[in-house]
């Protein structure tokens, strides 16, 4: 007799590698491996079962996100075709009903029902387009707030504010000017769903300084019923989301579409609004001869190209204009008020600036200057011919030859007493860097745009700018955080954040902590499918994979230390890839390989590494979407465009690299796996599953059973998209989401789906209920599944040819947590080739819904024949546990 043990950490064998007598692994594989689920240590389980969470918006495709900002503070986002949605703890967020109301919330005609609390110099107003405009004169504010009147004290409210055109403050308050129930916060163009509890009356209010146009399109209290937020995204675009956390906000690209921030601003209020950084980047300056011309160098304007320039695509694009001369500008209307400054260089006459004061008001008017940057330390002019309490225009020269000083005008604290004065200051050389984003299209030569950082003249110049990102110029498509610094990717280009300022890429940022604008200039990178921080930035295109370094050393990257390099040509897909400590784990741009992407401490570079290598097609069709898990072993779930999923499990310190399939009576299109907390063992990993119930397209949120409840016991947790009921009663409820399906039944220790001559015992669900064969108190109801695992060729490592004729006398199995129906065994899965566990051990009758924690018997007796190609298969079928720990086998051969 000769002896053949299996693990089951081994996984499945490529039908073209099942004759490889020379790799061990090969012969403890397997040729089939449906729902079971191995663990590094060598068992593998019947799969847990698939719990129903809920269904998806409106049975929509969905893409899931990740919201961790703590292992015990997660958020599910919810994605489909243009909508956003919220599970907190497996529940979506709902607005219960309430009857306050804002008054003319949406400015249909008027702004009327809002009081007017403009500061001096600020103002606001009803836009005719239907907006609340808000104007303010950078330091007067533009106020608008309504009081709304509670009848639902103690209940909770939310209130829905679509911004146009900001950012704007916003707040909510028992009083005027209060934030006692939200606290005061700056919100963007976006939408808004806010939520707090109030036990009074309550204010609601809006302001802004800015003094270019804010524009506020609706505030409203929510309707009651699930919290929907709009997003950019149609369905086809879903599996280009590619997200980064930070903290509350999740920042977001998507090819073809403007960048996005979701922001959780309190436990039940969040935010969709667009990512606008107002300082860069920037494209290369303009080297034609085409000159830009803005109409004022501060507020709304309109810029005009001598030549044409502009598409209907540039609205959002920013433009950086670079002055001749410089003109800063202010109008003040309250005391500690001053404007920009103008740089002064030179020597004698070429010093000599224009100091202009005009309007009506009560106060002093000063010039300040500093020596060291324009923004200070400031130092007031001397009195005398340097202040002015009235109206005038005149010229200033400081003498101060050879030597670079701002100066800025303006009224000090304590000398404003009334009124608006309008101070300049020009001067006829140098420069002034100015921002502007563009709001609206006229022409090929005119747009209509909002200055966000001051022009310094309204000059043509040719000395000008474009933003890198637009309709027009391309999106980013993959983004991370890395080193400190919000880096994204796309168009053959990476960009960097200023250090530790995630919304800024102002290049006039001296030093280290400068953003970075770097080219990446080789092969196919027009679309950047992921990003990954490892220990350094790995970029992976669709034709290779990239590693930006700083130097040998891997000092942090900087504007002056950036180097990129090719550190595989695999090129890889558009799935987002999963991060696994200093690995990454990415799909070749084929679709079916897995690849990881991981450090070689002797070449000192990442490079790509083949995780898929004895099964090459594991992933056949596609690999669509990917997840990784981590408890209670490593694990990747390879989504499939086919409905099912590939799983690997590995482990490098044990070399277990452990591949099989998960299957379910639907299509699995997406998972999101949410990290244990703590005193857990077990993340927790959802799947979208599309089902067919009842004649009707579903797609259904269901999450795995954590595998210590699906071991026997009262409730047994192995169905899919399966429910829990409490009793006692014959008759079980609440199952209208598989009206019309036939679903099996584990009911207070029992299963009540036994096989009847190789049919398994179920039940039509009707009017949402099934009635068994008797009173239950506690039950798992759900759909059925089957595991199914065959063994590889006998003989692959026992010294005995393959093609040798071979027959299995016995086996001998040890088993955990093993139903005494759990396991069937035979030479295929026939129902007449296959055997059930022995109904007598040890002398004694098996009792038929025994759950035995361990089993460790005599070998039993195998229904084998000869062959040369001779495999042991095993069947286990839902809702009834085992876990296989190891298998022996003893046969004989001539």
């Not at 063992?681 to 949120?701: F, H, W």
Request: hydrophobic content about 35%.
């Amino acid at each position: 007799m000769k002896k053949a043990f299996w693990a089951f950490n081994r996984g499945l064998i490529s039908s073209l590698g099942l004759s490889r007598q020379d790799i061990k692994r090969v012969a403890m594989g397997a040729s089939i491996m449906i729902n079971w689920i191995p663990r590094v240590l060598g068992s593998m389980s019947l799969r847990p079962g698939l719990k129903y969470i809920g269904a998806t918006y409106l049975n929509h495709r969905v893409k899931f996100l990740p919201f961790i900002f703590s292992t015990a503070d997660t958020a599910l986002i919810e994605v489909t075709d243009l909508i956003i949605r919220i599970w907190i703890n497996d529940a979506l967020i709902t607005r219960p009903a309430v009857t306050a109301a804002i008054t003319n919330g949406t400015f249909a005609a008027n702004i009327n029902s809002w009081t007017d609390a403009d500061d001096s110099g600020a103002t606001s107003s009803w836009n005719a387009s239907g907006y609340m405009q808000l104007v303010g004169n950078g330091t007067a504010r533009a106020i608008r707030y309504q009081q709304v009147t509670v009848n639902e004290p103690g209940v909770e409210h939310a209130l829905r504010v679509t911004v146009t055109r900001g950012p704007l403050t916003m707040k909510v308050g028992s009083t005027v000017n209060g934030d006692d129930y939200v606290r005061e916060t700056i919100i963007g163009a976006g939408t808004h769903s806010l939520a707090f509890t109030p036990s009074s009356n309550f204010y609601v209010q809006f302001e802004s300084s800015r003094i270019s146009m804010i524009l506020i399109d609706s505030c409203t209290l929510e309707a009651s019923g699930i919290m929907t937020l709009p997003s950019l995204w149609p369905e086809a675009s879903l599996g280009s989301i590619r997200p980064t956390q930070s903290g509350d906000i999740v920042y977001c690209a998507c090819a073809g579409y403007q960048q996005v921030k979701i922001s959780r601003r309190a436990a039940k209020s969040w935010s969709v609004e667009l990512y606008q950084p107002e300082d860069g980047p920037f494209r290369v300056i303009n080297v034609t001869p085409t000159t830009l011309t803005p109409s004022a160098f501060t507020g709304n304007i309109t810029l005009t190209a001598s030549r044409p320039t502009f598409r209907s695509t540039n609205v959002g694009s920013l433009y950086k204009i670079i002055s001749i001369g410089q003109s800063v500008s202010v109008t003040i209307s309250a005391e500690n008020t001053f404007s920009n400054a103008i740089e002064v260089e030179g020597v004698g006459a070429t010093r000599a600036f224009t100091v202009n004061i005009s309007g009506t008001f009560a106060g002093t008017v000063r010039l300040q200057y500093s020596l060291d940057s324009d923004t200070g330390p400031w130092t007031n002019a001397s009195t005398g011919t340097y202040s002015w309490t009235a109206p005038v225009t005149t010229t200033y020269n400081d003498t101060w030859d050879n030597t670079t000083a701002w100066w800025r005008i303006g009224i000090r604290t304590g000398q404003y007493t009334s009124g608006s004065a309008v101070c300049a200051l020009t001067y006829a050389t140098g420069s002034i860097i100015g921002i502007l984003r563009v709001t609206d299209y006229t022409s090929s030569t005119v747009v209509s745009a909002e200055i966000l950082t001051a022009l310094g003249g309204t000059a043509a110049t040719d000395l000008w700018h474009e933003g890198e990102w637009s309709d027009r110029r391309g999106w980013p498509t993959s983004n991370t955080l890395h080193e400190g610094r919000m880096w994204w990717a796309g168009q053959n280009s990476i960009w960097g954040s200023v250090s530790d300022a995630f919304e800024s890429f102002d290049d006039e940022t001296v030093g280290d902590s400068g953003p970075l604008n770097r080219t990446i200039g080789a092969g196919a990178v027009d679309t950047i499918n992921f990003l990954l921080s490892l220990q350094r930035l790995i970029i992976g295109a669709d034709g290779a994979e990239f590693s930006a370094k700083s130097s040998s050393l891997d000092e942090p990257l900087t504007p002056t230390s950036f180097n990129v390099k090719i550190s595989s040509s695999q090129g890889s897909a558009a799935v987002l890839p999963v991060k696994l400590d200093q690995s990454g784990v990415y799909i070749q741009r084929g679709g079916i390989r897995v690849f990881e992407v991981t450090f070689d401490v002797q070449s000192y570079e990442y490079g790509s590494v083949d995780i898929s290598q004895l099964v090459p097609d594991i992933g056949s069709p596609e690999i669509v979407r990917l997840g990784g898990q981590r408890q209670p072993d490593t694990r990747l779930h390879c989504i499939r465009s086919d409905g099912t999923v590939a799983m690997v499990t590995f482990d490098k310190t044990e070399q277990v690299n452990c591949w099989y399939e998960i299957e379910t009576d639907g299509d699995i299109e997406d998972v999101v796996i949410m990290p244990s907390e703590a005193g857990d063992t077990e993340d927790s990993v959802y799947y979208v599953v599309k089902r067919t119930i009842n004649g009707s397209t579903v797609r259904y949120l269901e999450k795995w059973a954590n595998e210590t409840d699906c071991r026997g016991a009262t409730l047994n947790l192995q169905a899919d998209s399966f429910v829990t009921f409490t009793g006692p009663s014959a008759t079980i409820t609440g199952l209208s989401h598989l009206e019309g399906e036939e679903v099996i039944v584990w009911a207070d220790g029992d299963d009540l789906s036994p096989d009847v001559a190789g049919t398994q015992t179920t039940y039509t669900v009707s009017g949402g209920q099934i009635t068994v064969g008797q009173s239950v108190t506690s039950a798992v109801i759900g759909l059925p599944y089957t595991a199914q695992w065959q063994s590889t060729k006998i003989g692959s490592s026992e010294q005995v040819a393959l093609n040798q004729g071979k027959k299995i006398n016995h086996i001998g199995l040890v088993m955990a947590w093993v139903h005494a129906k759990g396991l069937r065994y035979g030479t295929d899965f026939t129902y007449a080739h296959m055997n059930d566990m022995p109904e007598i051990e040890r002398g004694t009758l098996v009792g038929g819904d025994t759950v035995s924690d361990t089993y460790d018997e005599q070998e039993i007796i195998f229904p084998g024949k000869w062959a040369t190609d001779l495999r042991v298969c095993l069947q286990a079928k839902a809702p009834r546990p085992v876990t296989v720990l190891s298998l022996v086998t003893d046969f004989e051969s001539y």
